[in-house]
């Protein structure tokens, strides 16, 4: 065994696992993980997205202000990228999927102003607990309603610091109450070309973690090295939705994937880093470091509500270009 550090000094055990496809000897990652400098982003005053400034290294924060005000049924849900230098980039829903069918939007900082995707200004990033920005101030990536509720996953940058965001979509659990939808989810892709944001279905996601959080899923992750390669958690075949049964205890169970694209995310070709489980994989990350090896790190067991049920173990994988070959 060795112990598995990242940037938030988080201990985990590596240890050869038979679920894993191919077998590998277990690795060590680097001691240390940077991070890239500029404001830490967190749900703070009002349940909204806010920002903290660090001026020594992440050492002391102060408050910066508020990025923008959602609904007011619960929270809006981002996730970010930043180039390393003078941009960071923002996904968002409007709100918590329990509570409003929700959009996806996407929107960028740079220079203290907040741009659309097109780079059109909406204005100066508040620096007070309030904001007049709302989150279809920004660049509609994708259109939810009742039968297709969106919830972002990661967000990545390509090679010409063009944003890419994977994200699931709920499908048609209209009118359902709390606990009986979310039997259906799938995973889409979004890139902009420089123009405009180009999307698309990628795959099937399965069914709901558990009832009551109707849009819980196995989530996902864009290789931060490569946004034409990610890697996600479902217990449904990703191209045609038949059910993932093991043959190890006969129950369906959520399993990883590595799916790639040679065509800009028209298609895609996945092949399977678990299989035949006996309990859930779930959660995949990335963690961007320098090797020409993929890092893989998620968890294992049962989750059963997100408020102290679940029975879990960190996992983690070093994966090759050998692990995957070409057909």
Not at 126 to 139: A, E, G, H, Y
């Amino acid at each position: 065994r060795r112990a598995l550090e990242h940037h938030r000094q988080v201990a985990a055990v590596v240890q050869p696992d038979p679920g894993v496809v191919r077998e590998r000897d277990p690795e060590l990652l680097p001691d240390r993980v940077d991070v890239d400098p500029g404001p830490e982003r967190h749900r703070g005053v009002g349940l909204d997205p806010n920002y903290l400034i660090s001026e020594d290294g992440g050492r002391g924060w102060r408050y910066g202000g508020k990025l923008f005000v959602g609904l007011d049924g619960y929270s809006p849900y981002c996730k970010y990228v930043s180039d390393g230098k003078a941009t960071i980039h923002v996904v968002c829903t409007e709100d918590h999927p329990n509570n409003y069918d929700n959009s996806l939007y996407h929107a960028f900082i740079r220079g203290g102003q907040v741009h659309r995707s097109d780079g059109a200004v909406l204005g100066p990033l508040s620096t007070t607990t309030n904001s007049p920005l709302r989150p279809w101030d920004f660049t509609r990536i994708y259109q939810g309603g009742p039968n297709h509720v969106a919830w972002m996953t990661d967000i990545e940058l390509d090679p010409e610091k063009n944003p890419v965001v994977l994200f699931t979509v709920q499908m048609n659990s209209a009118g359902l109450p709390s606990g009986r939808g979310g039997y259906d989810h799938r995973f889409h892709l979004a890139r902009w070309d420089g123009g405009r944001w180009r999307e698309s279905e990628i795959a099937y996601a399965g069914k709901r973690l558990y009832a009551g959080e109707d849009d819980y899923t196995g989530l996902g992750a864009i290789d931060p090295q490569n946004p034409d390669v990610v890697y996600i958690s479902t217990d449904a075949d990703p191209q045609t939705g038949a059910p993932l049964i093991s043959s190890a205890d006969g129950n369906r169970h959520h399993e990883l994937f590595r799916g790639e694209t040679k065509d800009r995310g028209a298609t895609w070709r996945w092949l399977p880093v678990t299989e035949n489980s006996t309990m859930d994989n779930l959660r995949p990350i990335v963690p961007r470091w320098q090797d020409t090896r993929t890092a893989l790190v998620w968890f294992r067991g049962s989750y059963r509500a997100n408020h102290g049920e679940w029975t879990t173990k960190v996992m983690a994988s070093i994966l090759t270009a050998k692990d995957f070959p070409s057909p």
